[in-house]
Each structure stands twice: as structure tokens, then as C-alpha cells.
């Protein structure tokens, strides 16, 4: 378990320093942020909303966060492959998983950042009015938020692993399930049919749950409910990552290769 750790803050350490030597990294955590604010607010201050964190900040930052997530730990592995050194971290006698979720997890980190540069943003620019009703229960709610975007992009990683498509696979991943769970705007304006898919899709829940705890619980068993859901969506994209992970495995010891073909 110590080494496991270890292993992952050195990883996380090490992702977040390269990450941000990229220049177009710099700017999906710091200019991108500032530009959909801009653009969110317009949206929406002329209407009913009168709380600026429900959609606003909120909506803009958990994007970020996921775009984050979504291009850098998806485009790290592809990075790797280009460079010809994914083979040489599978092959390590660390876990190859153990170290995709430092990776991830720096570039968590990184994206949580853009939520507090959107909030400053709106703040310092518009002095929009912001109040969070339930403060407590939105940290709560906001770090297992985190945890299941990880997950799901554990998920995302193992399957660019696998796939020698990972350039479109990474772009048809990222605004849908923006789009889909509801963050910019809410998901029932979308056609009905798109919303099997929005209910399987973690950051709907927490999209939801976050509101809630801004807005005010008014009820408790569906805020509960809705809670359930989110933490067992997580559990399942846990699972989920945990099988390609051995499928990776697999892979390697039947091919003996994850370079590009």
C-alpha cells in the first residue's frame, strides 16, 4: 500500500509538471475557463437566474474539469505511444493502472483549478451575486464528484490503451457527455431519447447533486436518491476500469506490444 502511494503521488507530481509545460494544456486550465464564463454569463444574465454558481460557475468549471480530464489523460497515453514509452510503463513492476491514476489525478487537480479561476472571473468582472445554501454538503458532494471523473476517465484511459484510434476517440468523448449530463444547460430540454444515456453518465448525478447543495435541498430522500446513484455509477466505472486493465494485461502477454501498428 505504501509503495502503491508512493507511486502515485509521484506520478501525479510528475503529470502535472509536464502537463503544464504544454502550452495548449495552459490554456484549457486557465484561458478556456475564462472564455466560457464570459460566454455562459452572457447566456444567462439576462434571465430568471439569480444564482450565478448554479449554472454559471458551476457549469463552466465542472466542464473544465472534464475537458482536463478527458483530452490530457486521454492524450497521455496517446503521447506515450508516440513517444515509445507506454510499452516501457506497462512493463514496469508497478501496476500500469496504479500509474494511469496518478496521471489522472494530477490533471484533477489541475482542472479543480479552473473552477476557482471561473468563480474569481465572475466575481472580480461582474460581481455577480453568488451564495452556496448548503456549503458543506457542495465539498462533499464536489470530492466525490472528482473521485467518479476519475474513474470514468480511468475508463477513457484503458480503452486509448487498447485502441489505435485514440485521436477520435478522445474528440467524440468530450463535449457529448458535456452536452448529454446536463452541465452547461439543463438536460431536459434534449431530445428524450438521449436520456438513457445521460442517466448513465456519472457527472449527470453529480451535476444535479451540486445544484442542490447551491440552491438549497428541499428534498432529502431524492437528494439522497440521487447520491446512491452517483456512488454507484462510480463503483461500476471502477469495476469497469479494473477489467480492461487486465485485458490490457492480456493484451500485452498474447501480442507483446501496445506500440502503434
Known sequence: MKNSLRTIWISCILQMKLSFMRPMFQ????IDPIVFALITYMMFKDTSVSNFIAYVVLGTGMSSIWNSICFSSA???DRERAGGTLELIVSVPTNFKIIVFGKI????IFGSISLLITFLFIKLAFN??????????????FIITLISYIALASILAALITL?????ALKNCIGY???ILSGM????????IWTRPVSFILSPTWAVKLL???VNGIDDVNSFIFQLAILVFLTGIYYLLSNTFYTIIDKSIRIKGSLGRM
Open 128 to 141: 455577480a451575486p453568488m451564495s452556496i445554501a448548503e456549503p458543506v454538503v457542495f465539498v462533499i458532494i
Open 211 to 213: 445544484r442542490l447543495s
Open 27 to 30: 490554456y484549457s486550465i486557465i
Open 163 to 167: 485502441s489505435r484510434n485514440a485521436v
Open 105 to 108: 489525478l494530477g490533471n484533477t
Open 75 to 77: 492524450g497521455d497515453i
Open 184 to 191: 452547461l444547460f439543463p438536460m431536459e430540454i434534449l431530445p
Open 176 to 178: 457529448p457527455v458535456i
